[in-house]
């Protein structure tokens, strides 16, 4: 009855070892940028999971705008920067680059799909 208890316990607590070190570990995905498209464009999310960006640059100073979290950052080229965020709600983010890059810079963009 004891050990039963003990490994109930045991088990518990590896139960919550567990998941704390699920949340302490953010997705990371590797996004790069180059005229005119970022890759990859789509990138499914789930709702909740905190995720981490690593970005980069290929060619050319482009920049990664997220309008609805009101957030960007300058993509250098050659060096990874890195992106961290958690999406509250599910459905589309769309992301873009915020810095001219040439004549089709306007079509530059990408989302998250969140569920
Ligand atoms: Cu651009």
Do not use: W
Request: with cysteine.
């Amino acid at each position: 009855m004891i050990t039963q208890r003990r490994s109930c316990i045991a088990l518990a607590a590896l139960t919550v070892l567990g998941l704390a070190r699920a949340q302490a570990a953010p997705r990371t995905i590797e996004i790069t940028a180059q005229r005119f498209r970022f890759a990859p464009r789509v990138i499914a999310l789930k709702l909740g999971e905190p995720v981490l960006l690593k970005l980069t640059a290929l060619d050319f100073p482009h920049g990664f705008y997220l309008p609805d979290f009101e957030r960007r950052i300058d993509l250098v080229p050659g060096r990874a920067v890195e992106f961290a965020f958690t999406p509250t709600r599910a459905g589309t983010l769309h992301f873009l680059c915020d810095n001219f890059c040439g004549e089709g810079h306007e079509g530059m963009d990408g989302r998250f799909e969140i569920q």
